[in-house]
């Protein structure tokens, strides 16, 4: 404290175990009319029963008639007007006097989830989660009894005077009806009603219970309970939240209670009304009902003289471009914390599953359902239904997708069909990745797919360089040769041509990828889309380049200096939304190989980290292949290679081995050091630690 470094220190750890024995069968009481300093711990308890659905709880607990305090005439006209002077086994006070009180439960809460019962001992912490909070207050139903008892007392006094009218009414005619049968409505409002709620309670039996006072033994048998009874080590998980993450987790926000407007059903949908909402609601709301349109449709259910502009704008909210016609997002038919009316499933998973069936119709006319299923593993009901939404079966050739491809708007908007299809690869590498395949494995079987080779950064980097060298080299020959004909002629105009592209091709022999031709198909409409991923043409003959251009280079370092480690995959994500976020039109990034964009990331300050992934790794060849910004021209650089040099011998690591390297190399190293390189290039799952990227399922 004296020095000023922490203004918080760590006084003391302790362990914190989570006892789950009486996790199902511990409640909390409180009496909350009754001061702290006076509780029952001593009183006699003569019964206890309990209602476990509904969490009710009844104690009769004795009175100290004895007491100085007790005034016993007040006590024997209690237990006169409940019981009368007669003796009966129902009376509620056999003794003559009030003897004994009731206490009912109410519950404190409905949520018990954020509250526990802890025990602390020998520097540990346990924990047990309580089943219910119950407030255990004072029953009067004697009174209730008293006051039935005159009332009985009165009616048998004035029984004589009514006599003859109960005589004159035993003559009368007695009308039968018939009760109609009851409508839905009608049993929902019973089913609501306090008299039938009431009614439930009551069906449930009584579980009677016996009770055992603090210092019995039974008592503190189940006492032992609270303490976590197989205590290993090996379980122990590191606590990789926030602060902030820990308070949200202990206290979550309260959400506001919001009313739900009642809406008409849901296959109704109302043209008058319709178009009373803004143009966005208008067009989400046509879609989620549709499922799949062309836009001429879409214009023409909306009101005439709509600009298309702003049309377009709303559309790519809320939809995606297939085969030119415009699919509901599957986000939008099902949203976050929904399920599956079918199965249950999560909305998340079903979005992940329609993603699929939309992605496999952008690259043909016709899907099977058997592969959709193979490969998403969502049961049989809600695969169909995805396949309704978009597509119609067909005798031996599936389902085909429902509308022809629109490819008059692909004409008329090049740029938004490009834009869709760059949206379309980023999920196509999110899907290879959950549902581990290739694009390759839906191509044709003839499809001629090119070899991969797996090049080390390192050797890129000086391919690179010694291709610069042979181009500097082929240039200045060229410029010699000029100079020496310009000088046999006479001429002393000496201008300087760029190598074709051409001579760049011939160059380009590290990797045979990157000069394969580009297979003539389209997704979408946009031809070339076909081809591997960031191969693409500029649109006039060209080929590949082969040396990075400035704009990919600052684009390149900028990403790096902003995520400091990054997969090939991850990169080659980030830059498809960016391509998928540049103006119409742009041509900086005309023609861009995975061989080009290595060689970029290496010409930027980064290395690859040659990652030692296990044998049976699941990681795709682009996630395996690891870049860490090496150089940026802060003194914290050093702290980030020797973390790299960590990661060269195993995958994954713990904190605390991270935390002793770097003690080892540099001294001792603050918290806050550490907490940021750890935020900056890793991240953990299950108390270890990965690079970012590296984490295998």
């Not at 449709?297 to 298309?308: I, V, Y």
């Not at 996630?623 to 290679?641: A, N």
Request: proline share 6%; aromatic share 8%; net charge neutral.
């Amino acid at each position: 404290m004296a020095s000023g470094d922490d203004d918080d220190p760590i006084i003391e750890e302790i362990d914190v175990y989570l006892a789950k024995s009486l996790a199902d069968k511990l409640y909390l009481f409180q009496y909350p009319v009754r001061p702290s300093s006076m509780n029952y711990d001593d009183v006699n308890h003569l019964t206890a029963k309990i209602k476990p659905k509904q969490q009710r709880v009844e104690l009769e607990m004795a009175i100290g008639t004895m007491s100085p305090n007790y005034c016993r005439s007040k006590g024997e006209q209690i237990a006169l007007n409940v019981d009368g002077t007669g003796y009966d086994e129902t009376n509620t006070y056999s003794s003559k006097v009030m003897d004994k009180q009731s206490f009912t439960s109410i519950q404190a809460t409905t949520n018990t989830s954020r509250y526990a019962a802890a025990v602390f001992r020998k520097g540990e912490l346990h924990i047990t989660p309580l089943t219910g909070i119950l407030q255990m207050r004072p029953s009067f139903t004697y009174l209730d009894k008293a006051d039935g008892k005159t009332r009985e007392r009165e009616a048998a006094n004035e029984g004589g005077d009514s006599s003859q009218e109960e005589a004159e009414d035993e003559v009368k005619a007695i009308t039968v009806r018939f009760a109609r049968p009851e409508s839905e409505q009608a049993r929902q409002r019973r089913i609501q009603s306090y008299e039938f709620l009431q009614k439930k309670q009551a069906e449930e039996p009584w579980v009677h219970l016996r009770y055992h006072g603090v210092k019995d033994g039974r008592s503190e048998h189940e006492r032992q309970y609270l303490f976590c009874q197989a205590v290993d080590a090996t379980e122990n998980s590191e606590l990789v939240k926030t602060p902030k993450e820990y308070l949200a987790m202990l206290m979550p926000p309260q959400a506001e209670e919001k009313v739900v407007k009642p809406v008409g059903p849901s296959n109704v949908l109302s043209m008058a009304q319709l178009r009373t909402l803004p143009l966005g609601e208008q067009v989400k709301t046509l879609m989620k009902n549709v499922k799949v349109m062309p836009f001429a449709n879409l214009m023409g259910l909306l009101a005439s003289g709509t600009d298309s502009t702003s049309v377009l704008r709303c559309i790519q909210q809320v939809a995606l471009l297939v085969q030119g016609n415009w699919v509901v997002k599957s986000d939008v038919l099902y949203p976050k914390n929904t399920c599956s009316p079918h199965s249950g499933v999560p909305a998340e998973v079903l979005c992940r599953g329609r993603d699929f069936v939309m992605w496999r119709f952008t690259l043909e006319r016709s899907v099977m359902r058997k592969e959709i299923t193979a490969t998403i593993k969502l049961p049989p009901e809600d695969v169909k239904e995805f396949l309704e939404h978009v597509a119609v079966p067909r005798v031996n050739r599936g389902w085909e997708f429902l509308l022809p491809t629109d490819v008059e708007f692909i004409k008329k908007h090049p740029d938004i069909a490009h834009r869709q299809h760059m949206l379309w690869v980023g999920i196509q590498s999110k899907l290879e990745k959950v549902f581990n395949f290739s694009k390759e494995d839906f191509m044709p079987k003839n499809a001629s797919q090119p070899e991969p080779v797996h090049v080390s950064g390192e050797h890129r980097l000086k391919m690179a360089q010694q291709r610069a060298e042979e181009k500097q080299s082929s240039l200045q020959k060229d410029l010699d040769a000029k100079r020496q004909s310009a000088q046999a002629e006479g001429s002393v105009h000496i201008k300087q041509e760029p190598t074709s592209d051409r001579e760049d091709e011939a160059m380009d022999t590290s990797s045979p990828s990157s000069s394969s031709a580009i297979p003539n198909g389209s997704v979408n409409g946009y031809p070339g889309a076909t081809s591997p991923m960031f191969d693409y043409t500029n649109g006039n003959g060209g080929s590949p380049a082969t040396t990075p251009s400035p704009e990919l280079q600052d684009f390149v370092a900028k990403t790096f200096r902003k995520h400091f480690v990054l997969t090939l995959n991850e990169f080659k994500r980030l830059f498809n939304l960016h391509l998928a976020s540049m103006p119409v039109g742009h041509s900086s990034f005309h023609s861009v190989s995975d061989r080009l964009l290595q060689d970029a990331i290496l010409l930027s300050q980064c290395k690859q980290i040659p990652v030692p992934f296990p044998a049976q790794t699941t990681a795709a060849p682009d996630e395996q292949k690891v870049f860490g910004l090496w150089e940026s021209g802060e003194t914290f650089d050093k702290h980030r290679r020797l973390l790299y040099e960590v990661f060269m011998k195993n995958y994954r690591i713990r904190r605390n081995m991270i935390q002793a390297r770097l003690t080892q190399e540099f001294g001792d190293v603050p918290k806050t050091d550490v907490d940021r390189l750890l935020k900056e290039c890793c991240s953990s799952h299950c108390g270890m630690w990965y690079l970012k990227g590296t984490i295998q399922s």
